[in-house]
């Protein structure tokens, strides 16, 4: 093959592997969802719509998840200074898995105005899968606490999920967004759910005594045969 042609060969099977592993990547889909939340405050109900944004990064054996919010929400009727303030929310879990994960945050480094939007920092938290597929993660309970008074605000417009990530539980696998984990023991010394075999100390021991037993025979073997050696001699 002819230079230009091989450097042309490489060049399409670098093209091609490049494509396999985008594609083999776990999906994410965000949006920013506008969500209509109703806050029961020390000095009555209020509303805010505030857009949510949340993120999902690899951390470890889970994901660092996110959730930053583009309005503030609520207000204080007096000046809340540095420290005053400290934010935590909820998450709600949906699609392949459940319930809610707890974010939250550092307390306002700034002072706060009164009579002004509360602008709240970036919540975080770790999630880590429990099932395999796709998990949608959808705005939930923000919770203020500031001098001495709880705010809860809860969405009131069903908001849809700002983030979609396709993740993998512990033991399981996931392939074009379908999902299998094998579960269960397996009994009788076989295994089950097209597991591998179980490697390890019990192995090893295994192959050790095979070892130790070929060692003996061999052992054995050559004993034997010196000793019909010296046999004969003597009989010569």
């Not at 919540?123 to 998990?135: A, E, M, N």
């Not at 696998?173 to 759910?193: A, E, F, P, R, Y």
Request: proline content about 6%; charged content about 10%; glycine content about 14%.
């Amino acid at each position: 093959m002819s230079y230009p042609k091989r450097t042309a060969a490489l060049a399409s099977a670098a093209a091609l592997a490049g494509s396999a592993v985008l594609l083999a990547a776990p999906a994410a889909h965000a949006d920013v969802v506008d969500v209509n939340y109703r806050c029961r405050t020390p000095i009555g109900v209020k509303s805010a719509v505030s857009p949510i944004d949340i993120k999902g990064v690899r951390s470890g054996g889970g994901y660092k998840i996110t959730m930053s919010w583009q309005k503030g929400v609520s207000s204080s009727p007096v000046e809340l200074g540095k420290g005053a303030m400290t934010p935590s929310a909820t998450i709600r879990l949906g699609g392949a898995d459940s319930g809610t994960l707890a974010v939250s945050g550092p307390a306002n480094a700034a002072a706060i105005p009164a009579n002004t939007p509360i602008k709240i920092s970036d919540l975080s938290g770790t999630y880590t899968p429990r099932k395999t597929g796709k998990v949608t993660f959808t705005a939930a309970t923000l919770t203020i606490k500031a001098l001495g008074t709880t705010t809860t605000c809860a969405p009131t417009n069903s908001p849809k999920p700002s983030l979609t990530l396709d993740v993998t539980a512990a033991g399981g696998s996931s392939s074009g967004g379908s999902s299998s984990s094998s579960g269960g023991s397996s009994s009788g010394g076989s295994s089950s759910g097209g597991q591998l075999p179980q490697t390890g100390p019990a192995d090893s021991a295994v192959a050790l005594g095979t070892l130790g037993g070929t060692v003996l025979l061999a052992g054995a073997a050559g004993a034997l045969w010196l000793t019909r050696r010296g046999q004969t001699a003597a009989r010569r």
